[in-house]
């Protein structure tokens, strides 16, 4: 079985644009996590999609949106890009949502924001 | 909302037992106590996770407190490929059925052959 998928696995944007990240989840998986991850803060949660409704968001400005689709792939969207959102941003699934499940993480999409 | 410490760093020597501390005072009863771990360069891994008995699988056994406010992540015999970052990870389902998922900072273990 494939393992989730992420793209772009790099990105270099300017500031100011915005930028739209894809995840791929496990075949089957339903629920679709996101993180940020910086040197300064560590991983920290963005937000949870479980059948194309959001469950839970972490505590970032609304500049940080996602949606989830009818496949279970789910992207996320920076707007307005700032030099802070450079990060590794990280994307999980499992079979459902809820604290029982591990979560299987891609490999990440590296974002630079100049 | 409920809290982690581990400690930064941690070092160990090869094929000798790992135990990885997580102090977690603040937890509540439905909090589950997950560990994760990070190779350099890749996505965070699932390691263990458990509510309040100690847990066993492949990779490694989990030790919580019985009072929940502490447990431990036990390595048996550590290799050069459990060099990673070890995260303890509280995730609890709140009444009406979100979800709070709170990290620690993580511990770098660092293993000598």
């Known amino acids: 079985k494939a393992g989730v998928t992420q793209t772009p696995r790099y990105l270099i944007k300017t500031r100011g644009q915005q930028v739209t990240l894809s995840c791929s989840p496990i075949?089957?998986?339903?629920?679709v996590s996101w993180y940020q991850q910086t040197p300064g803060q560590g991983l920290q949660f963005l937000f949870e999609?479980?059948?194309?409704?959001?469950?839970n968001k972490g505590n970032f400005p609304g500049r940080f949106s996602g949606r989830q689709f009818s496949n279970s792939r789910s992207e996320m969207n920076v707007s307005t890009l700032e030099l802070g959102d450079s990060a590794l941003y990280l994307c999980?699934?499992?079979?459902?949502?809820?604290?029982?499940?591990?979560?299987?993480f891609g490999p990440g999409t590296r974002l630079t924001v100049t | 909302d409920a809290k982690t410490t581990q400690p930064n760093s941690m070092e160990s020597n090869e094929e000798e037992p790992v135990h990885l501390p997580c102090n977690h005072s603040?937890?509540?009863?439905?909090?589950?106590i997950h560990w994760y771990r990070q190779l350099p360069s890749q996505g965070p891994e699932y390691v263990i996770h458990?509510?309040?008995s100690n847990v066993n699988n492949r990779m490694a056994s989990l030790a919580i407190a019985e009072d929940r406010k502490s447990s431990t992540l036990i390595l048996h015999r550590a290799t050069l490929r459990d060099a990673a970052v070890y995260y303890c990870?509280?995730?609890?389902?709140?009444?009406?059925?979100?979800?709070?998922?709170?990290f620690g900072k993580g511990t770098k273990l660092t293993v000598n052959p």
């Open positions: 603040t937890i509540s009863g439905t909090d589950y």
């Open positions: 999980a699934s499992s079979p459902v949502a809820g604290p029982l499940y591990e979560q299987y």
């Open positions: 075949s089957g998986h339903r629920s």
């Open positions: 990870i509280l995730r609890s389902t709140t009444q009406g059925g979100s979800e709070k998922l709170v």
């Open positions: 458990g509510l309040t």
């Open positions: 999609y479980f059948s194309e409704t959001q469950r």
